[in-house]
């Protein structure tokens, strides 16, 4: 996998798996414990759609945009998913009380992934020149001695 679009886009995949399954284990407590289900406000429902579409059309995006738009685009929304991963899963927790003891492994262990992963997706687009080594799915073969040339 040399294609730097194909990389990001990978990555892209490789981190929405994983907000989606803390998500998953998350509503699984929620579900299993005792105290009734919070009901959240519509700006925070609207706020989550947003944060997880960011992924979702990166996906894509990463493969379609020119090189340019690509770059900036990746940038901007790792910066975005980073941030939003670090403040919900380790500031605002520890800052306003609100932490679930029970869930302090799963929380540090998938934010702690996100963030690996977002921080690579910035660090992959930051450091992209643009200019890409050829790829081809077939092994050329040369004998120049022999003039032959096969793929």
């Not at 990389?7 to 399954?21: C, E, H, P, T």
């Not at 609100?98 to 910035?122: K, L, N, P, Q, R």
């Amino acid at each position: 996998m040399h294609d730097t679009k194909e990389r990001l886009s990978q990555l892209w995949l490789f981190a929405l798996l994983n907000y989606l399954y803390a998500d998953v284990l998350a509503l699984f407590d929620i579900v299993g414990s005792q105290d009734p289900a919070p009901h959240l406000p519509q700006w925070a429902l609207l706020g989550s759609a947003v944060l997880m579409e960011i992924p979702i059309a990166m996906i894509l995006a990463s493969r379609l945009l020119p090189f340019r738009a690509n770059r900036l685009a990746n940038i901007i929304a790792g910066a975005i998913e980073t941030l939003a991963v670090i403040s919900m899963q380790f500031v605002y927790p520890l800052a306003s009380g609100a932490w679930h003891e029970h869930m302090f492994a799963s929380y540090i262990f998938f934010g702690t992934i996100e963030t690996v992963c977002t921080s690579v997706i910035i660090w992959q687009a930051w450091t992209w020149s643009g200019v890409e080594a050829p790829v081809s799915s077939a092994r050329m073969v040369r004998q120049p001695a022999a003039g032959i040339i096969s793929s």
